[in-house]
């Protein structure tokens, strides 16, 4: 009886620490290796999850324009720019950093 108690306390403390440790390890940030191959990669990546939503898998467009010759009509900057501050009902800020760079770079060459 005082045996399955203590087992049962045990086992319920136990659980708790391996549930809290568990949420630091659960967000692997890395980028997956790589140099030139893996930012394409993740560009495509990153679009796909912040901006195909309006913009299309393809980019083919949707709610948002059509971006597959982005880059004839943009350069790097602009596109970084209008990621960065919106345009018209697009809301800037949607990505940043490293990300927003990524993804205007991957844009540009879209021609
Ligand atoms: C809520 C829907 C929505 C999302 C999400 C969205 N966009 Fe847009 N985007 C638009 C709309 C609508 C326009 C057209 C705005 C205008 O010209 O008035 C636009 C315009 C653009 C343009 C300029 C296209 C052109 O030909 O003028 C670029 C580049 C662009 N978006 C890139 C992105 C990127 C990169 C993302 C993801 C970080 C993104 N958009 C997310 C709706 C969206």
Same mark, same amino acid.
């Given at each position: 009886m ?7 306390i045990?086992?319920? $403390?136990? /659980?708790?620490v391996?549930c809290? #440790?568990?949420? +630091? %390890? ?5 980028p &997956?290796g790589? +140099? ?6 993740s560009?495509?990546?990153?679009y796909?999850q912040?901006c195909a ?5 393809d980019?083919g ?7 597959? %010759?982005?880059?004839s009509?943009?350069s790097?900057? +602009?596109? &970084? $720019? =209008?990621?960065?501050? #919106?345009? #018209?009902? /697009?809301? #800037?800020g949607i =990505?940043?950093?490293?990300? &927003? +760079?990524?993804?205007?770079a991957?844009?540009a060459?879209?021609?």
């Amino acid at each position: 009886m005082k045996f399955k108690l203590l087992a049962l306390i045990l086992g319920t $403390s136990l /659980m708790l620490v391996a549930c809290g #440790g568990g949420d +630091d %390890a659960a967000e692997p940030n890395e980028p &997956a290796g790589g +140099d030139s191959g893996a930012t394409t990669a993740s560009a495509e990546k990153i679009y796909k999850q912040n901006c195909a939503g309006c913009h299309g898998g393809d980019l083919g467009g949707g709610a948002g324009p059509n971006l597959t %010759a982005v880059g004839s009509k943009y350069s790097q900057e +602009d596109i &970084a $720019s =209008i990621i960065a501050n #919106g345009k #018209g009902i /697009m809301q #800037g800020g949607i =990505i940043k950093g490293e990300e &927003a +760079d990524a993804v205007a770079a991957w844009l540009a060459e879209k021609k």
